[in-house]
Each structure stands twice: as structure tokens, then as C-alpha cells.
């Protein structure tokens, strides 16, 4: 039967998000999100909707769903950046070419009608969230916040007529091995005037925190491919998600004569207990979902790391990844993914690779002209 590409009503965004949980139920590594949380980025009363539009569409073969796309125009990209570019997210197809391509097709013809003359992605919604098509690394699951798909995307994804724009890096350390005593000189040197502090985050005045680290946040991507600055309800919707699940060992600044220069974010792998989770939490899985909260977790990733303009040059990166990777032997981690940073981003990768990281998976940003 012919494949049905159909725009979906707001009233079907749960099938939408139902979606890849029925397409991976047996894979071995795929995981996907709480279904509520992914409910919640979607619904159009998130922060993200107040300068994106969104249209939902999903591919039916004999009435069953064989592929979900997200067709979305970013109006805070297109100011930031003064281009006419849509994107495309939450893609997730059977290795079916005709769903593929009625689903880029669709998406396409609405980015076109809303003035986009080119399209990139994956992004969910943007590259603030989740982003990147898996190109390498199949062979283990996705760390926090990362995504995962089978090695057939990338084909369907570009025999629509798309093209590598941008690859991302993922890095894995060694968390038990420590940081490299070579370098403590390195950082007692960088500090040898005893201005620059570390400090971790207390929890409980996280609000305060919020606004340092957009100033950080803001200052220290700017010139980042792909970057678009976030709002302050984005960022409080961010704070108010990570609540629940920060401790101090998490969140911690670099501070130059008392003032923000840098900081990061690192969260353990709770992608393990999202695996027992299957999506949501209730009677069946909420105690495989705590067992390996308590008990599996053997890693984690430093989700950003980053320096405002004026302290660049200065080796803050250090600081930060000496305190990550003590963080990280202090809660048992074995080992730690530093992720992503852009391919061409020599300063940061250079960096981490002086340290012993390793790049062991590598994420794509495709584009095409509409």
C-alpha cells in the first residue's frame, strides 16, 4: 500500500511521542526519554514555542506508523544568525525510503512556506536540547541527553538530499585513572597569584545561579556555530528540570577575583535508569528504574564547559576538568563522556585530548536548500 503522510493535530501528540518507543522496543541500545518530559518541550506552551513554530508529521503504511518528523522555524536562530534557515527534529523512520521521503517532503514544503530557503538538522528543537544524527559509535548506548539511532538514518537522511554541514564530538575519559599529575603543575602555574577559585554550586540557592550562568552561558557560546542564545524562561525552565536531580558535584564555577569566569554542568548517566524506564514511571517499572539508579550508574557526562570571552587563554578548561573528573572518582564513575564540542573547535578539543580523551562517537548536523 502506498505510504500516508499525515500532519498531525495537537490533540495526537502523544502518538507522536509514543512513536520510537514501539520502533526500538528490543534494541539493545537505544533509550528514550520520560514521555513527559518530551510531552512537555513539545507542548506549544513551552519557552521554546514563544519564538518557534512547529509542525508535527508522522508516515503511515496500512494505517500503522512507520516515521515521526518535526518541521520547525526558529525565529531567535534566524535573528541571531540574519538567515532564512528551518530545521528538522524528533526524526525516527523505519528503514522505509518512501516514509523517509514523504516525510521530508512534507516538512520541506512547510518550511518553504513560511520563507526558509534551507533546512539543517537533526535538532530537538534546537541545539540548545538534543541534537545530531548518530554517524559513529553504534556500539554502545547514548550517555545523558544524547541521542541514538541505527546506522540506516544516515542513509535515508541523505539520499533526501541532504549533506553534512557540521559533525560533533563526543569524548571518553577515563575517570578512574584521575587527572594526569603532568598537568597539576600545569594548573598550579596557571594559579600561581591564587586568584582563580572553584566553586561548586549550593543547591539551594540555584536561582541566584541561573543568572551567572546565563551570563557565562551567553558570552562563552557566542561565536559557536549553530549557537542561539537562551531566554531567561528557558533557562529557568532548564533549572527547574535539573532541580530535582543536581548535587553540588554537578555544578560548579570558576571564579577570577571572586567574579563567574567559567563553569560546569556534568550529570551522572541517567540514561541507564531511563532504559528500565521504558518511557514512563509506574507499578511495572518504577523498581527497575530505582535498582539501577542505585546500583548501575558507572559513568557520566560533562554536559558544558564554558569561559566567557574575556577570561579565554588563561587555562580555566583545566580547573574545570581537574574538578569534573575528582567529581566523578569521588561518586565511583569509571568513566566520564566530555560532550559535544564542535569538530573544528581546535581549543577545546586539543584540550581534552592533552588529557587522554578519546572521540568515540561522532554526531552530524545535515543541510540542504529548500
Do not use: Q
Request: charged share 25%; proline share 5%.
Amino acid at each position: 500500500m502506498p505510504i500516508e503522510i499525515r500532519e498531525l493535530a495537537e490533540s495526537e501528540l502523544g502518538d507522536f511521542v509514543d512513536y520510537p518507543f514501539s520502533l526500538f522496543r528490543e534494541h539493545p541500545y537505544w533509550v528514550g526519554e520520560l514521555k513527559k518530559d518530551t510531552i512537555h518541550l513539545l507542548e506549544l506552551g513551552h519557552p521554546f514555542w514563544r519564538h518557534g513554530e512547529r509542525k508535527l508529521f508522522m508516515a503511515y503504511n496500512a494505517g500503522l506508523p512507520v516515521g515521526r518528523i518535526a518541521a520547525i522555524v526558529n525565529s531567535a536562530h534566524n535573528s541571531f544568525h540574519g538567515e532564512n534557515c528551518g530545521f528538522f527534529g524528533f526524526f525516527d523512520c523505519a528503514e522505509d525510503p518512501e516514509a523517509a521521503a514523504g516525510l521530508f517532503t512534507a516538512a520541506g514544503k512547510y518550511l518553504r512556506a513560511k520563507g526558509m530557503d534551507k533546512v539543517r538538522g537533526p535538532v530537538n528543537p534546537s541545539t540548545n536540547e538534543t541534537c545530531g544524527l548518530l554517524v559513529e559509535g553504534f556500539d554502545s548506548p547514548p550517555m545523558i541527553m544524547m541521542t541514538y539511532n541505527p546506522p540506516y538514518y544516515a542513509g535515508l537522511i541523505e539520499a533526501a538530499g541532504f549533506s553534512k554541514a557540521k559533525d560533533l564530538l563526543a569524548y571518553n575519559m577515563a575517570v578512574a585513572a584521575g587527572f594526569p599529575e603532568r598537568f597539576e603543575k600545569i594548573v598550579k602555574r596557571i594559579n600561581r597569584g591564587g586568584n582563580i577559585a572553584v566553586e561548586l554550586v549550593d543547591i539551594k540557592k540555584l536561582d541566584e545561579a541561573i543568572a551567572e550562568i546565563k551570563d557565562v552561558y551567553n558570552s562563552a557560546w557566542e561565536k559557536n556555530w549553530g549557537f542561539i542564545p537562551m531566554t531567561d524562561a528557558e533557562l529557568d525552565d532548564m533549572g527547574k528540570a535539573l532541580r530535582p536531580m543536581l548535587k553540588p558535584d554537578y555544578l560548579f564555577f570558576a571564579r577570577v577575583d571572586g567574579k563567574a569566569a567559567a563553569f560546569c554542568l556534568m550529570l551522572p548517566d541517567f540514561n541507564v535508569p531511563l532504559k528500565a524506564a521504558r518511557g514512563s514511571l509506574n507499578p511495572l517499572t518504577i523498581l527497575p528504574f530505582l535498582y539501577n539508579m542505585t546500583f548501575k550508574i558507572r559513568g557520566g557526562r560533562m554536559l558544558t564547559l564554558g569561559v566567557k570571552k574575556e577570561f579565554r587563554g588563561r587555562g580555566l578548561e583545566m580547573f574545570l576538568i581537574k574538578k569534573a573528573i575528582e567529581s566523578g572518582k569521588k561518586m565511583g564513575w569509571k568513566n566520564g563522556e566530555m560532550s559535544w564540542t564542535l569538530e573544528d573547535n581546535t581549543l577545546i578539543n586539543n584540550t581534552i585530548e592533552s588529557i587522554g580523551g578519546k572521540v568515540y562517537k561522532k554526531y552530524r548536523i545535515y543541510e540542504k536548500k529548500l
